[in-house]
């Protein structure tokens, strides 16, 4: 049973395999080798089951990796602006393959965590002073270039629906609930940008062609990936967002956190909700 259980978690981590043979073949470059190696470690060192509750285990990898990490943070401020830029894309990229229940979400969360107590004084980064690794320096910005909902890019013409998008956008918004819910950085904005595509949006009808993929679909093959449609995957990123960092975003619609012109764009209200934009008591 325990021999089944590994192979099963080996097997749910698939697609990071993948996604890592896929940034080895784009030519990474010396940093990036060397940072692609420490998230690799904390794979080989990931729990084994998906109840397993190792926090000492977790702890200590993800301390391991921060300390790694930190190491090869270079001493100049223009090399450490490079340096930071690759670390968050290559980690965004990577951690948008790792399934949402797997606990290498939560050591990857862990390693943020232990890499914020590495104080190292403040960097001149994009404009702005910020403290490393205090601060996460450029890791916000990232992950606003990276929220790009599958759907707005589902070219209605295309031959077939990439599942994968789907699949990475709900893994990827596990991971940013997980960061939001432990107080690293607050992006409860984006928590209420899901929750409203989730559950103010309607049910989006399926295009033509993935109506046409559903019908045709295979039965009994195993996948590295689900294929869920629209309405399933928003409804299980918004579901993620309550159950992962309801405290933090109920917080902040308690307080009526006020947002810029731009969040309360973003946080419009959907067809199913009548009330204001934004975080407030009435929408949670």
Partial sequence: MADQLSLNMAQTLAPVSQKIK?????????????MLAIPMSLLQD?????????????????????????SLSPATQASTEVFLMELWELLISLVSSVPYNHPVQDTIVAFLQEL???????????????????????????????WIDPESIQDEDAEC???????????FNAFVARVTNLGLTNW????????????????PESSSVEKGIEKGMEKGIEKDFPEYSIPE????VASHWILLAGKPIFRDAFRADTLDS?????????????GKPGLCMDRW
Wanted: glycine share 10%.
């Fill in 188 to 203: 409860t904005v984006w928590g209420m940008i899901g929750i409203r595509a989730g559950l103010e949006g309607g049910a």
């Fill in 233 to 236: 995957y928003k409804l299980i």
């Fill in 161 to 171: 629906i990439n599942f994968n998008d789907r699949y990475e956008w709900i893994n």
């Fill in 22 to 34: 896929e940034l080895q073949a784009e030519g990474l470059s010396e940093d990036e080798t060397k």
């Fill in 116 to 146: 914020r107590l590495r104080a190292r004084g403040t960097v001149a980064v994009w404009g702005a002073r910020e403290r490393l690794w205090r601060d996460l320096p450029l890791l916000s910005g990232f992950v606003r270039e990276a």
């Fill in 46 to 70: 990931a729990p084994k089951d998906t109840t397993s509750n190792d926090t000492v285990g977790t702890a200590s990898t993800s301390s391991a990796a921060a300390v790694s990490i930190d």
């Fill in 262 to 274: 731009r969040e309360l764009k973003m946080t419009a209200p959907g067809p199913l909700y009548r």
